[in-house]
């Protein structure tokens, strides 16, 4: 079946840089998706999501790019945090109400003070 | 609100057992989710449910089964555990409609076949 995959499984910076954390997509069809932060022990946490319709949306602290032609999403968080350390999901829904995600493997954010 | 709430956190079975996983929101939602990770995976999906009394496979439905008499209940049933199955279950709601289709996660529970 489609899948949704991540470029790097673990990246590790330094206090107050940005972090920018990586996801392809192989399901051209599809128009929803979603990052969520996983702290150890915890259950996901809503980060931001975007519609295929759009190219970049902003949180707080927190960008998520789309580019459709390459089928590549990313996630931007700037001066990045301690709090921030955790694993991060990219996952891919599409069809009727959108009813169900695709997650990917995820990437291990790594935060050094 | 407490949100998804999850019973039990953790649980170990022999293989065979059988056992039964409550999911309960309070959040009105209409869709929710039976998911697993295993370690240094993302989350598969394994059966969900799109209102009261449907419930439909996800990704991994086999050695699964799922039951939503009630709107703010999602029951996900083992009925012969094997070693497999080990792995953490998290179960998620969302609305059915509006802007976002955010699911909510609960604190997931841990569960060990010996």
């Known amino acids: 079946g489609e899948s949704v995959g991540l470029h790097l499984p673990t990246l590790s910076v330094q206090e107050g840089d940005n972090s920018i954390i990586n996801c392809a997509y192989s399901?051209?069809?599809?128009?929803?998706f979603i990052w969520y932060k996983q702290e150890s022990g915890k259950g996901p946490q809503f980060i931001i999501d975007?519609?295929?319709?759009?190219d970049k949306r902003q949180g707080q602290r927190v960008t998520v790019l789309l580019n459709k032609t390459v089928k590549h999403l990313s996630l931007q968080i700037a001066a990045t945090q301690p709090g921030d350390s955790a694993v991060y999901f990219c996952?891919?829904?599409?069809?009727?109400?959108?009813?169900?995600?695709?997650f990917g493997s995820g990437t291990r954010l790594q935060v050094q003070p | 609100n407490a949100g998804v709430t999850q019973t039990p956190k953790f649980r170990v079975l022999k293989t065979g057992q059988s056992m039964t996983l409550l999911c309960a929101q309070d959040?009105?939602?209409?869709?929710m989710y039976w998911y697993r990770q295993d370690p240094g995976m993302g989350l598969r999906l394994i059966h969900y449910?799109?209102?009261?009394?449907?419930?439909a496979k996800g990704e991994v439905p086999d050695g699964y089964n799922v039951s939503r008499l009630k709107k703010q209940n999602f029951l996900l049933g083992l009925e012969s555990a094997a070693p497999s199955q080990t792995s953490v279950y998290f179960c998620?709601?969302?609305?059915?409609?509006?802007?976002?289709?955010?699911?909510?996660f609960g604190p997931g529970t841990r569960l060990t076949v010996t």
């Open positions: 998620a709601s969302r609305q059915q409609t509006g802007g976002s289709y955010e699911q909510y």
């Open positions: 399901n051209s069809a599809s128009d929803y």
């Open positions: 975007i519609r295929s319709n759009m």
């Open positions: 996952a891919e829904s599409t069809g009727t109400g959108r009813r169900a995600l695709t």
């Open positions: 959040m009105n939602h209409e869709y």
């Open positions: 449910s799109v209102g009261e009394g449907t419930t």
